[in-house]
């Protein structure tokens, strides 16, 4: 058994409080005192008391005894069949001297050899498996796997639904959302083969929320909600008064200037936490920069982009224009 721990004001508490983790008397528990509080001052007492405990192991049994009570069990067991064939049995197993629960065995087999009209379970249940074809299990089916209730149906697979389902859909949600909020204004829908692009005129901050995150939570809402009335594989992007193309443009500029002067200074330029989307934006737009490349660093919702030069170069080789404004936000 494990020891606990515990500690209290004094020897007492601690041990009470062992005694409650360990769920047994005080007499079956062992302990050590690992640390007593001191009398200080006008009988004050300074730090607690430290003690240890574990539930007292029992001693095993010696083989003697173990052998001598399972001895005494053996010979009071009651018979289960004839008694007085069974004892019989069984005194001549013991006469002959046979091995260790050899007698009590043979004796049950000379029974069953009498009887001649019981046979053995054991071949009762192998003659049952041989009149059942190759495979099949006693509850009739094959394979050997039982199915209890039935066989359940395949699950039938929804129909993917159509472009004009899935814009109604968009457009429904979105049209009653801006009624919710009590703003007047439209909502257009631009769509392609994939992806359906609904953008809500106007600038709205109501809409847009800190950093946007207003405008996400409404674009994960749209989506969930057309995918539960018209499901489909059809992306759905939601804009409040261009806001992501500003955005993305914004980035796009942010990411050229923080590469030029990665590149210029040959040193790894750390950007701002920003979102998968914002991240991704980043990627593509330095993917094709001869002189650096990136990759993403942290954990969500603080990971970043890692702008990396390749190859150290001199200043005068790269053009540092509006390096100072590197550090400026993408948010501005």
């Not at 007698?103 to 059942?132: H, I, M, V, Y």
Request: aromatic share 2%; net charge negative.
């Amino acid at each position: 058994m494990e020891w606990v721990e515990t500690t209290a004001k004094s020897i007492e508490e601690a041990k009470d409080q062992a005694l409650d983790k360990l769920g047994v008397d005080e007499s079956e528990a062992q302990f050590e005192i690992l640390e007593e509080p001191t009398k200080g001052l006008f009988g004050r007492t300074r730090g607690e008391a430290r003690v240890r405990a574990r539930i007292e192991p029992k001693a095993p049994r010696s083989k003697d005894d173990r052998r001598d009570k399972r001895g005494r069990k053996r010979s009071g067991r009651k018979p289960a069949g004839d008694g007085g064939n069974r004892n019989d049995n069984q005194s001549r197993s013991g006469a002959t001297g046979g091995t260790k629960g050899g007698g009590r065995t043979k004796a049950a087999t000379n029974d069953l050899a009498e009887a001649g009209d019981k046979p053995a379970a054991k071949n009762r249940n192998s003659n049952q498996q041989s009149d059942r074809p190759k495979g099949e299990k006693a509850d009739g089916n094959r394979g050997g796997k039982r199915r209890s209730g039935g066989q359940k149906p395949d699950r039938q697979q929804k129909e993917e639904s159509s472009m004009e389902d899935v814009r109604d859909c968009v457009d429904s949600f979105l049209n009653g959302l801006t009624t919710a909020f009590g703003i007047e204004t439209d909502v257009t829908l631009d769509t392609d083969d994939e992806e359906i692009r609904a953008q809500i005129e106007g600038k709205h901050g109501l809409l847009l929320g800190p950093k946007a995150r207003t405008l996400d939570a409404i674009q994960e809402l749209t989506r969930v909600t057309a995918q539960r009335t018209a499901p489909s594989s059809i992306r759905i992007k939601v804009d409040v008064g261009g806001y992501r193309e500003a955005r993305r443009e914004a980035l796009i500029s942010f990411a050229a200037k923080a590469a030029d002067k990665a590149a210029a200074e040959g040193v790894e330029i750390s950007l701002d936490p920003m979102t998968s989307a914002d991240r991704k934006i980043v990627h593509d737009a330095l993917t094709d920069h001869g002189a650096v490349t990136t990759r993403s660093a942290g954990t969500d919702p603080r990971r970043f982009v890692v702008v990396v030069p390749n190859e150290p170069a001199a200043a005068a080789d790269v053009d540092d224009a509006g390096d100072d404004d590197a550090g400026d936000s993408a948010d501005d």
